[in-house]
């Protein structure tokens, strides 16, 4: 799998929305990026993953470059509770089983 | 649905003694895998299992043996616990990547090796 690279840390004001990026430059056309979150003490929770087009859903928006060696995870509204590690990673589809691979992540602070 | 159960949440061991987390999932999911977490640092994998009957190494499996003899349930054996073994487990599990769902964890299991 691809390896990924996302800033340690960032800040967001609450209600604004929150972007954090992650650089994938390595990702081949099989390979999916998916974002994951882990509040505090808590396991990791799914948010969102795509493979080339931009997707949302009730959480987030991930928005992929078209040479796909980046993308966003934006967090429209973001709230306290957001507050978390956001994990980018990269993997292929197919029998990879439970080979999920983390990296360190970007620790958000959504601050009042 | 209870998701993905992890026993116990906490436990205390003295170096040399042998257990084992437990991980459930009522969810039919074919994949799951357990994964360790050091203070400061992500998550690593440690074992896997693509189903029933089928286990395989992750990134860090020495000290560790897991089974797989049924669709719901992946325990994680600690042999003879060592203190560098004291951190958080978390176990997870998903669909076959095919039917592309994200994977479910547990709330983890905290445990101290003296």
């Known amino acids: 799998d691809a390896k990924t690279t996302q800033p340690p840390s960032m800040d967001c004001a609450e209600g604004r929305a929150a972007n954090l990026p992650c650089n994938h430059s390595t990702i081949s056309g099989n390979e999916y990026v998916y974002w994951y979150r882990q509040i505090h003490s808590q396991g990791p929770q799914y948010i969102i993953h795509?493979?080339?087009n931009n997707e949302t859903n009730e959480m987030a928006s991930l928005i992929i470059t078209e040479d796909r060696k980046s993308s966003t995870l934006i967090l429209p509204h973001a709230t306290l509770r957001d507050t978390a590690v956001y994990y980018c990673i990269v993997r292929v589809r197919g029998n990879q089983g439970g080979k999920l691979i983390f990296g360190q992540g970007t620790e958000l602070s959504v601050k009042p | 649905n209870a998701g993905v159960t992890q026993t116990p949440k906490f436990q205390v061991l003295k170096t040399g003694q042998s257990m084992t987390l437990q991980c459930a999932q009522d969810m039919n999911h074919e994949y799951m895998s357990w994964y360790r977490q050091d203070p400061g640092m992500g998550l690593r994998l440690i074992h896997y299992?693509?189903?029933?009957?089928?286990?395989d190494q992750g990134e860090v499996p020495n000290g560790y043996n897991v089974s797989r003899s049924t669709t719901e349930d992946f325990p994680l054996r600690l042999l003879s616990a060592a203190p560098s073994q004291t951190s958080v487990y978390f176990c997870?599990?998903?669909?076959?990547?095919?039917?592309?769902?994200?994977?479910?964890f547990g709330s983890g299991t905290r445990l101290t090796v003296v």
């Open positions: 795509g493979l080339k």
């Open positions: 299992s693509v189903g029933a009957g089928i286990t």
């Open positions: 997870a599990s998903s669909y076959q990547s095919t039917g592309h769902y994200g994977y479910t």
